[in-house]
């Protein structure tokens, strides 16, 4: 069945570079999200990916998608304590569009100073 | 827009009671979704639907869950008679087709 995998947890400090990753299973993904919850709040989407780029950069954030892998990254650049959060990965669920999306189980990021 | 609206946002109740969560999706979506997260189990998607009728309740942990949605701006999740295993942080979300989830702030219930 459909699978999203995260690593829970990443600890790094103040102004060094953050790289989350994220497995799927599903190769029909048409695109695949990053959602970030910070501590007492609801999920926010943060950034996306269509299955056609291999990356996508937005300010500080860089996605990288390797189709044949299936693996989704997202690199967080000049880390800053504002970016401690949990990220979420997501996809589509199935092929059809069902409006339904697969998470992670979410990757707490920790920010030292 | 307001975003998705949920009520109350702390819930604090006796086992045994019934309990009813709120939520008001974004006007124009026709998706909204009830999820549950708790640390040992993480986000848990509980039930979905789309223009108010219920296509997936799979998630719905026991008879003792249910959701209602009776127009396109509210919907309810109820738990009768509630446990303290149900004490979680409930989220609505809502969205138009297949595209982003808006999620509301969440519901915070504690069974005591």
Redesign the interface.
């Known amino acids: 069945g459909e699978d999203v995998e995260q690593s829970l947890f990443l600890s790094v400090r103040e102004g060094d570079s953050s790289v989350i990753n994220c497995t799927y299973t599903d190769s029909s993904s048409t695109y695949l999200?990053w959602y970030k919850q910070e501590p007492g709040?609801?999920?926010?989407?943060l950034t996306?990916i269509f299955s056609n780029m291999d990356m996508k950069q937005d300010q500080r954030l860089t996605v990288l998608l390797n189709k044949k892998d299936k693996h989704l990254s997202l690199r967080i650049a000049d880390t800053q304590t504002g970016d401690s959060a949990i990220y979420?990965c997501a996809e589509?669920h199935g092929s059809s569009?069902?409006?339904?999306?697969i998470?992670g189980?979410?990757t707490t990021l920790q920010v030292k100073p | 827009d307001a975003g998705?609206i949920q009520s109350p946002r702390h819930e604090v109740t006796e086992m045994g009671q019934e309990v009813t969560l709120r939520c008001k999706p974004i006007s124009g979506h026709?998706?909204l979704?009830w999820y549950r997260q708790t640390m040992m189990r993480?986000?848990e998607?509980l039930i979905?639907f789309?223009n108010n009728v219920p296509?997936?309740d799979s998630g719905m942990p026991e008879d003792r869950f249910s959701a209602k949605m009776p127009n396109a701006s509210f919907s309810t999740l109820k738990i009768q008679p509630s446990e303290p295993r149900d004490s979680a942080v409930y989220?609505c979300?809502s969205?138009f087709?297949?595209r982003?989830?808006?999620?509301?702030?969440?519901t915070r219930l504690t069974v005591t």
Request: proline share 5%; aromatic share 24%; net charge negative.
């Open positions: 999200y709040a609801g999920l926010q989407l996306y979420f589509p569009n069902t409006g339904k999306l998470f189980q979410g | 998705v026709d998706y979704f993480g986000l998607l979905y789309n296509i997936d989220f979300a969205s087709g297949s982003q989830q808006y999620f509301g702030p969440g």
